[in-house]
């Protein structure tokens, strides 16, 4: 395709493909009268750039997430995979700086301001959060790099020494024989990972796995096809209420606070049937004294940093919880499996 027909198809200036080719961003080919001919692959990677800068990337950052090598079978999901980390960015970009100013709005509402320097130092500070986080948003939770080594990690503990994998398969076959004990035919799993727990379920159930990391799901999808797989998170609404019979959650609900937690248990009872069950394998504390205990028994027999591994997440304290589903009129049960490992049960009535 020449440059004219280009500029025309994507809305694009020629001194914007002469800018890309000198960058080296998007090069296309010469014909034989040395005019540029632009290949598939290149308006390709120019439709990327053009979302990509449109959400306020760097053209040199662009160039490095345009050379990028994909295999053709995946190619397309993670390319838009890429896009849609960049909307969110954007969007938690302008949310963060849309509050600030919220926040300032209200407070000079409602008193004498004398210096406005303080408003807009407090705008200030909030971009340069938003700049800073601008060079981890391809992977700002780590779990697209852990995608390929997941399985391995989780079940030979690799380099953990709070072993918080153990007995992974054990504590997947209990989630099972829970599902199987209540006759379930549909399970969602939120945080599905690799998609290990669908293993250990049989073919008459119809199994959907969720999980926000677009790797971890083709992981997913290349040991188990036949597995219905969306791109999520426990805080998405719902994309279908009253539906399964059972959700699922394995080794995932710690990366919640206690507020979100309690947003997530909402959204995933709007998943179920009357009678459905949400069921959480996960680190958790019976309460804050046994958390404490178990941080002066750490400190004492090993390293500072084990515990930190620990503060750095958000360990699900079992009591907190079961108060916030009963007073919602849900039955909550919970069995200890092993060291931090607990199964959770709350019951849609």
């Not at 981890?136 to 990690?153: M, P, V």
């Not at 796995?209 to 971890?216: A, I």
Request: aromatic share 10%.
């Amino acid at each position: 395709m020449n440059t004219k027909t280009v500029c025309k198809q994507l809305n694009v200036s020629q001194k914007a493909l002469r800018i890309y080719e000198d960058l080296g961003i998007i090069v296309p080919k010469r014909d034989e009268n040395n005019y540029r001919n632009y290949g598939e692959n290149d308006l390709l990677k120019l439709r990327q750039l053009i979302l990509l800068k449109e959400m306020g990337i760097p053209l040199k950052k662009i160039n490095e997430i345009l050379s990028k090598d994909f295999d053709e079978e995946n190619k397309v999901v993670r390319i838009l995979d890429i896009q849609l980390k960049a909307v969110e960015n954007k969007i938690n970009e302008l949310n963060n700086i849309k509050n600030t100013l919220e926040q300032s709005i209200n407070e000079v509402l409602n008193k004498d301001v004398i210096d406005y320097n303080t408003y807009f130092d407090k705008i200030d500070k909030c971009l340069n959060e938003n700049r800073k986080k601008r060079n981890i948003w391809l992977d700002k939770w780590g779990f697209d790099s852990w995608a390929k080594s997941y399985d391995i990690s989780v079940q030979k503990n690799l380099n953990d020494g709070l072993n918080l994998f153990e007995k992974y398969d054990f504590v997947l076959g209990s989630v099972a024989q829970i599902i199987f004990e209540n006759n379930a035919l549909k399970v969602i799993d939120i945080g599905c990972g690799t998609g290990n727990l669908y293993e250990k379920l049989n073919d008459n159930i119809e199994f959907t796995g969720v999980d926000q990391s677009v790797e971890m799901l083709l992981q997913a999808r290349g040991k188990y096809p036949c597995m219905n797989l969306r791109l999520g998170n426990f805080l998405d609404e719902p994309f279908i209420e009253n539906e399964f019979d059972i959700v699922t959650s394995t080794f995932a609900f710690h990366h919640l606070n206690s507020l979100e937690k309690q947003k997530a248990i909402n959204l995933l009872l709007r998943y179920l049937k009357p009678g459905g069950i949400i069921i959480i394998a996960d680190l958790m504390f019976l309460n804050d004294m046994e958390r404490m205990k178990q941080k002066e028994i750490l400190l004492q027999s090993g390293p500072n940093d084990l515990w930190d591994i620990i503060e750095d997440e958000y360990y699900t304290n079992i009591e907190e919880i079961k108060n916030y589903s009963e007073q919602l009129g849900y039955e909550v049960m919970y069995e200890h499996i092993v060291n931090f490992t607990w199964i959770l049960q709350i019951v849609k009535k």
